[in-house]
């Protein structure tokens, strides 16, 4: 298994950039893609996921700025980021878990499989 994180980079306060995770080596049906990012100096945090039927969710604190989207066609989800802060500044990781009763998909163990994570330096 194996899930590549790409299009990380510096970007400047108020600019836009888009995340990309490409996946392999597992089913797309019944898996839920999951981002999450580790601020500088902070503890990791859930941003959002997206199941294989796309249905979505973002953490409150995202929520207008961030937007999760995945091709199945190739195996491949996606974030996008508008108007990017210097408090987006850290490392950002996708992760994909089956479908199971009960997960959230929040939460880091809900999570089978993570990408080595991508930088993201907001500067203002």
């Known amino acids: 298994v194996q899930l590549v994180e790409s299009g990380g980079g510096s970007g400047q306060a108020g600019g836009s950039l888009r995340l990309s995770c490409a996946g392999s080596?597992?089913?797309?049906?019944?898996?839920?893609m999951g981002w999450f990012r580790r601020p500088t100096g902070q503890a990791r945090e859930w941003v959002a996921w997206i199941n294989d039927a796309g249905t979505s969710s973002a953490a409150d604190s995202v929520k207008g700025r961030f937007t999760i989207s995945r091709d199945n066609a190739k195996n491949t989800v996606y974030l996008s980021v508008d108007n990017l802060k210097p408090e987006d500044t850290g490392m950002y990781y996708c992760?994909?878990?089956?479908?199971?009763?009960?997960?959230?998909?929040?939460?880091?163990?809900?999570?089978?499989?993570w990408g080595r994570g991508t930088q993201v330096t907001v500067t203002s």
């Open positions: 080596g597992y089913p797309k049906e019944n898996y839920c």
């Open positions: 992760a994909a878990g089956p479908r199971s009763y009960g997960a959230s998909y929040e939460r880091a163990a809900d999570y089978l499989y």
